[in-house]
């Protein structure tokens, strides 16, 4: 039996707007809802997402029972299990597809895919929805990153193609966390994960934090050496070479 429910659309505002409003209303675990454009998708911290036609625009409902501050560790575990997917159905890609922490997924060095991990009700009591961007066709231009699509380099995905082989690799890597913690993803997380013994920087709303990035922990946060000393970072945006 299907784990994922697909809902699609050909034009939305937010798929995890809508996702979030299912939630609310009780939907199961294992929708998702898919658009072929959206008019008002968002990054993190707010962040416009680029959402042309063509693209992977997706957002997954689920209930894990587990608190809400765990709940973040589902955007590398959807990280990891987008990489193996597309490392799947596109095999010269493989050695190219890198993490980058908390939530993304690199191309050659660009940004190909995004992760947003909201909670429904207070506190997550109606669940959490992982919204997923990818970009299958076209890719942003003129941001102050390096951005990628999987048709620049020359390989043609669909995002029915691309849900269906994500399916069976996210649920073996949920239930997996389910019973274990992201303790039981980790060695395959820090073995896809870019920049590890670099410079880096992590922004966050106090400010930012410079280091070398040395490791990730079993609960997910990043473990940047700063001034001879670990500090471990739960939350904020990654920056390479900082």
């Known amino acids: 039996m299907s784990f994922f429910?697909?809902?699609?659309?050909?034009?939305?505002?937010?798929?995890?707007?809508?996702?979030?409003?299912?939630?609310?209303?009780?939907?199961?675990?294992?929708?998702?809802?898919?658009?072929?454009?959206?008019t008002a998708g968002r990054g993190r911290h707010g962040r416009r997402w680029h959402s042309p036609p063509g693209n992977l625009h997706a957002s997954l409902l689920l209930r894990p029972d587990r608190p809400l501050a765990r709940c973040c560790q589902l955007a590398p575990l959807t990280g990891l299990a987008l990489r193996r997917?597309?490392?799947?159905?596109?095999?010269?890609?493989?050695?190219?597809?890198?993490?980058?922490?908390?939530?993304?997924?690199?191309?050659?060095?660009?940004?190909?895919?995004?992760?947003?991990?909201?909670a429904?009700?207070?506190?997550?009591?109606?669940?959490?929805?992982?919204?997923i961007g990818v970009n299958l066709r076209h890719r942003p231009r003129g941001?102050?990153?390096?951005?990628?699509?999987?048709?620049?380099?020359?390989?043609?995905?669909?995002?029915?193609?691309?849900?269906?082989?994500?399916?069976?690799?996210?649920?073996?890597?949920?239930?997996?966390?389910?019973?274990?913690?992201?303790?039981a993803l980790l060695d395959a997380y820090r073995r896809a994960l870019a920049g590890l013994g670099r410079p880096a920087a992590v922004r966050q709303a106090g400010g930012e934090i410079r280091g070398i990035l040395r490791d990730v922990d079993a609960e997910g946060a990043?473990?940047?050496?700063?001034?001879?000393?670990?500090?471990?970072?739960?939350?904020?945006?990654?920056?390479?070479?900082?």
């Open 120 to 131: 429904a009700g207070d506190h997550g009591r109606d669940g959490v929805v992982v919204g």
């Open 5 to 38: 429910r697909i809902e699609s659309h050909p034009r939305l505002g937010s798929t995890n707007d809508r996702a979030l409003a299912h939630a609310r209303a009780g939907a199961a675990e294992g929708l998702v809802v898919v658009a072929e454009e959206q």
């Open 85 to 118: 997917a597309l490392a799947a159905r596109a095999p010269a890609t493989g050695a190219d597809l890198r993490l980058k922490w908390p939530n993304d997924l690199l191309l050659a060095g660009g940004k190909l895919a995004g992760v947003l991990v909201e």
């Open 143 to 183: 941001l102050d990153r390096p951005t990628a699509a999987l048709a620049e380099h020359g390989i043609l995905l669909t995002p029915a193609d691309l849900l269906a082989a994500l399916e069976p690799v996210f649920l073996d890597l949920y239930r997996r966390w389910l019973a274990e913690g992201f303790a």
């Open 222 to 242: 990043a473990l940047l050496e700063v001034g001879g000393r670990l500090v471990r970072v739960i939350a904020g945006e990654f920056v390479a070479g900082g």
